[in-house]
């Protein structure tokens, strides 16, 4: 295996061991366990069809090289559906996807991890709030990331200029990571793909060939490496909301809510 080869393989598959699970479980109050979930999905014509996978493992690495985490290896196809028009495009069922979750997170509990934090790169994946509902409702610890709220603050922090709205698809937030994170796997052509469709109302019923030729939906001509650096960043800093509200003791959850200082957790487990 090549060195390229095993650094893309340390890049979605952790090398931990048992003995480092074991250590960092035994100066924690309470394990937490991070799923990248991604998908397998066109992405234009410049950005990999792995490209959900890849933006969800850089923000679950980034999280886990500031907080003492259990990082997963992903979840690399999911609910792609709406992207079936395109070759190379594979979904599962949405029923598949929430017993795969459900699965993980009762297999974690057994082993004495007993919080989940999911980490979506897709945005089609609307039954991991779901499973996330469902599973609070039963008294289990999970949680689904990034919020729309924490994407907004990394948005503004980047500098991105593209809204939420029109950033759906292969636009300048994923460009921007992967132009951070994977820059050899972009084919040329970003640079003068963009389009804009702000109106998608009916886009569960006709899909997203009803919009876009492409497949691209946003502005990847604005995409850089430094807005990508600062996104996954200003995420780290948004997680440290969430380490502590599923860290917290049942009565204390919901103050945590609103006593966690984005940034403070973070700046205790960084490295340097």
Request: with cysteine; hydrophobic share 40%; proline share 5%.
């Amino acid at each position: 295996m090549s060195g390229s080869e095993i650094r893309s393989a340390h890049g979605l598959v952790p090398a931990d061991t048992t003995e480092d699970v074991r250590a960092r479980g035994a100066g924690v109050a309470r394990q937490v366990a991070v799923l990248p979930v991604g998908s397998f999905e066109q992405h234009g014509p410049f950005l990999p069809l792995a490209t959900d996978t890849l933006v969800a493992c850089a923000v679950a690495r980034e999280i886990a090289a500031a907080y003492p985490v259990h990082l997963l290896p992903p979840v690399t196809i999911s609910c792609s559906h709406e992207h079936a028009a395109w070759p190379g495009t594979v979904s599962i069922s949405s029923v598949t996807l929430h017993a795969v979750v459900r699965d993980i997170a009762e297999s974690l509990r057994r082993s004495g991890v007993e919080a989940l934090v999911v980490v979506n790169g897709h945005g089609g994946n609307y039954v991991l709030g779901n499973v996330v509902q469902e599973s609070s409702a039963r008294g289990e610890r999970i949680a689904l990331f990034p919020a729309a709220e924490d994407w907004e603050s990394a948005r503004e922090r980047a500098g991105v200029a593209t809204s939420l709205l029109t950033d759906m698809h292969a636009g300048e937030i994923e460009t921007s990571i992967l132009l951070h994170t994977h820059p050899e796997m972009l084919r040329p052509g970003y640079e003068t793909s963009d389009f804009v469709a702000d109106d998608r109302r009916h886009l569960l019923s006709l899909g997203m060939s009803a919009y876009t030729d492409s497949g691209v939906i946003g502005r990847p001509s604005l995409g850089s490496a430094e807005k990508g650096k600062e996104l996954l960043a200003s995420l780290s800093d948004s997680f440290a909301a969430y380490f502590s509200v599923l860290g917290a003791e049942q009565g204390d959850r919901r103050r945590a809510t609103r006593t966690s200082a984005p940034g403070r957790l973070a700046a205790r487990h960084s490295t340097p």
